[in-house]
DNA sequence: TATACTAACTTACGTAAAGTAACCAACTAA
DNA sequence: TTAGTTGGTTACTTTACGTAAGTTAGTATA
């Protein structure tokens, strides 16, 4: 009953909440990065990528580039609301630097 | 291949991605709730927080104290380890301020 | 001409995680 | 004796995720 919890809040939780979604934000922060890519460095199928992506471009975190090149390359990069997350990212590796063990 | 995230990190974004965990967390920080009352105020199924809790109490982040009242009484706080998430979740609150919509 | 290669997906299918609702134990109050 | 309370657990259904194969478009190779 006393659901008291910003709404505003409540929406980003459950977006970082959501499996992978975390990672794959924190692996563009240096930078544009395709596909295969991201595929390949956070372990993560290309079934889940294809739809965590879908959903972040539509949340406008993610921008999607397409190069007519051959075969064609598609560039995966943060918008500026994404970059913002930067500083969450940030505690969240001193935090896992300082709590957990290796 | 390419698999270069530290693997604390990974931990830490496994531990807050899991669904429910921040915000069990976030509704600990004001001091120490009891099951029924986290169950109601953040909307989670009593299978799945019971899960949880006991996740969270055995990575740390999280205390378990029984009171044999009538009907007893068990209260979950957080420890230390979980007191020190609060910077990450005062980021994800300012986070959700200025990029998200009411 | 036919086969093969690449990136970026999509589809089909099986397993794992989460939601729902009913039930249980211990104790007390009516 | 019946009912009510908290803090769970169990059984079952639905949703999310993982795996592997297939698809499309545009070359390049034999």
Same mark, same amino acid.
């Given at each position: ?30 930078? /544009?990065?395709?596909?295969?890519? @991201? *595929?390949? %460095?956070?372990?993560?199928? !290309? $079934?889940? =990528? ?17 190069? /007519?090149?051959?075969?064609?390359? @598609? *560039?995966? %990069?943060?918008?500026?609301? !994404? $970059?913002? =997350? ?17």
């Amino acid at each position: 009953m006393g659901k008291s919890i910003c709404p505003r809040f409540e929406k980003a939780i459950g977006l970082l909440s959501q499996r992978w979604t975390g990672l794959i934000v924190y692996q563009l922060l240096p930078g /544009p990065q395709r596909f295969c890519s @991201i *595929e390949s %460095s956070i372990g993560i199928s !290309g $079934r889940v =990528l294809s739809e965590r992506l879908k959903d972040l471009e539509s949340e406008g975190i993610v921008n999607r580039e397409v190069f /007519p090149e051959t075969p064609v390359r @598609i *560039e995966y %990069s943060l918008t500026d609301k !994404g $970059r913002s =997350l930067e500083p969450l990212m940030r505690e969240m590796e001193k935090w896992s630097q300082n709590w957990l063990e290796a």
